[in-house]
């Protein structure tokens, strides 16, 4: 089975730029997709295919990709933006997320 | 638009089973997959499995094999996970979703509590 590696917490200041990486052997052939999770809530897709944003999701939100690493950076981090991000792939319709990083803003 | 309504929160002793409906709307329940993912308190996203609509086959995550079933009711495009063998470590929200090429649609989640 598949495995997707993230550190477990990252911390900036309001205004500076978070990135949060994803590390995994299925992402060399699958796209990658990150979630934002807040406490109670159901996860929130902020980026599929790697690099691509859903209608609604604010620009500070990007993606990218190279080899087996996909990251999510957030420019201009907003106390709003302390949540926590779950990348996401998938193989043979079978489902695979990281472990999750808590982002805090402070 | 679409929309994932599941069954309310459930408490349930140990070694009991427990069965979580997901009503699904605003889209043909056929055209894709549906997945059930859970979340213990203060934990990550895990995926459990899949059920193809159309056919009723699955696909189970080795770790609940033997344990979970997911089911469907194409009639009411209602689709089913139930988990037996309650342990205290199956504590968690449950949540059915779906993909499509660019979103992810989740259920409200559903809690499920084991206790004695």
């Known amino acids: 089975s598949y495995e997707l590696t993230q550190p477990s917490s990252v911390s900036v200041s309001p205004g500076q730029t978070a990135r949060i990486t994803c590390s995994g052997d299925?992402?060399?052939?699958?796209?990658g997709r990150w979630f934002q999770q807040k406490p109670g809530q159901a996860p929130v897709l902020l980026i599929y295919q790697d690099d691509e944003r859903p209608s609604g999701i604010p620009e500070r939100f990007s993606g990218s990709s190279s080899g087996t690493t996909v990251t999510l950076t957030i420019s201009g981090a907003q106390v709003d933006d302390e949540a926590d991000y779950y990348c996401?792939?998938?193989?043979?319709?079978?489902?695979?997320f990281g472990g999750g990083t808590k982002l805090t803003v402070l | 638009q679409v929309q994932m309504v599941q069954s309310g929160a459930e408490v349930k002793k140990p070694g009991a089973s427990v069965k979580v409906s997901c009503k699904t709307s605003?889209?043909?329940?056929?055209?894709?997959?549906l997945h059930w993912v859970r979340q213990a308190p203060g934990q990550g996203l895990e995926w459990m499995g899949w059920?193809?609509?159309?056919?009723?086959?699955?696909n189970y995550a080795q770790k609940f094999q033997g344990r979970v079933a997911m089911t469907r009711d194409t009639s009411i495009s209602t689709a089913y996970m139930e988990l037996s063998g309650l342990r205290s470590d199956d504590a968690a929200m449950y949540y059915c979703?779906?993909?499509?090429?660019?979103?992810?649609?989740w259920g409200q989640g559903t809690l499920v509590t084991v206790s004695s």
């Open positions: 979703a779906k993909n499509t090429a660019t979103h992810n649609y």
């Open positions: 299925v992402l060399a052939k699958r796209y």
């Open positions: 996401y792939s998938a193989a043979d319709n079978n489902w695979v």
């Open positions: 605003g889209y043909t329940f056929t055209d894709y997959y």
């Open positions: 059920i193809n609509p159309t056919s009723g086959g699955t």
